[in-house]
């Protein structure tokens, strides 16, 4: 089964035929909502919204240990996470869709392992790759069926949020090679690591970042609203040729 976690601009999954919703309980607490569990394309999904179904939980305090537990136990062998990004790079302009291939992580605060002390002994997952790589081959292979311009790889910079950055904060994620920012790629990617569940992500970038671009003097939400409205639906075929590839 494969799992999805939408981010914003998709807290619903509207090709997935829904046959159950279950609230799950874990031992890290409460995940951001009900699991949905479905159908596309005949391949069977499990849907959960980052920001709960009513895009309420911001980025620093989502559960992703809960989030990520859920969909393990629910039965997942593959997550995509679906994320909105800011483009740091001036060839990620608002639109692009991106298969990222490396992570920075300037989060902080945030419960990122399942390995937390207790009785059991101390694991380092190993991260050179965070992002599984036949999981992103898939995914690029299912863009080309489905005739998607995708970017293959660029680094993602996990930022702490909710705030947006500063543009000097954004020239230093580009001197450090980021080429996009977003908020909740972490740990999302490290926690699916350590579950030992391939992970993957669709980002869609839905401004340009701060000081660059048309957010040269300031990055306008109604704008990254637009073109999630807009470039959602180049997901949903992606979302589409991918799982119809699985069966
Ligand atoms: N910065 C951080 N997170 C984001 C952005 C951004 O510019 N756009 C969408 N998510």
Redesign the pocket.
Known sequence: MIAIIGG?GLSQLSNLDITRREVVRTPYGEPSGALQFGHLCDQRTVFIARHGYGHTIP?HAVNYRANLWALKQAGAEAIISV?????IAEHLGPGTVLIPDQIIDYTWGRKATFFDGGDSPVVHVDFTEPYNPELRQRLLAAAKRSGEEVVDGGTYAA?Q?PR??SAAE?NRLERDGAHV???TGMPEAVLARELETPYAAILL??????GRGL?AHG?QMEA?EVTLKQAMGRVHRLLQSFCSSCT
């Open positions: 914003s980025p994320a909105s990004v800011g483009g930022t949020g947006l950055e954004v920012v977003g908020m970038v839905s401004n340009h970042a701060a957010s990055i990254i």
